[in-house]
């Protein structure tokens, strides 16, 4: 069974970092998407960004420049790194998993979830 746990959640000032990571067991990620969601209060899930099976990645608009995604193969780990945090970045931040291919963030497209980490970012 493959499972997802996310860590790296925290709180911080505008213009701070974190990195959130993804272990994943079960499978390996090679041969999977990766993606980030987030979701704040009231609001619909999210696709942050995504990287597929070859390494191909993908942000969405609004965090182009600031966040970027990468895999350890070897560790079985994704990581977002995160830079220059604005507040309307705070959100839970969930990974997901689906085989090969990415889905432009289709929620039900993905399989498999992480059960999410908390960001806050205050001005």
């Known amino acids: 069974q493959v499972q997802l746990v996310e860590s790296g959640g925290g709180s911080v000032q505008t213009g701070g970092s974190l990195r959130l990571s993804c272990v994943v067991s079960?499978?390996?990620?090679?041969?999977?998407?990766m993606a980030w969601f987030r979701q704040a209060p009231g609001k619909e899930r999210e696709g942050v960004a995504e990287v597929d099976y070859l390494g191909r990645t993908k942000y969405t608009d609004s965090v182009k420049g600031r966040f970027t995604i990468s895999k350890d193969n070897v560790a079985n780990t994704f990581y977002l790194q995160m830079n220059s945090l604005q507040p309307e970045d705070s959100a839970m931040y969930y990974c997901?998993?689906?085989?090969?291919?990415?889905?432009?963030?289709?929620?039900?497209?993905?399989?498999?979830w992480g059960q999410g980490t908390q960001v806050t970012v205050s001005s």
């Open positions: 079960g499978s390996v990620i090679n041969r999977y998407c």
């Open positions: 997901a998993a689906r085989s090969l291919f990415c889905r432009n963030w289709a929620i039900n497209e993905y399989t498999y």
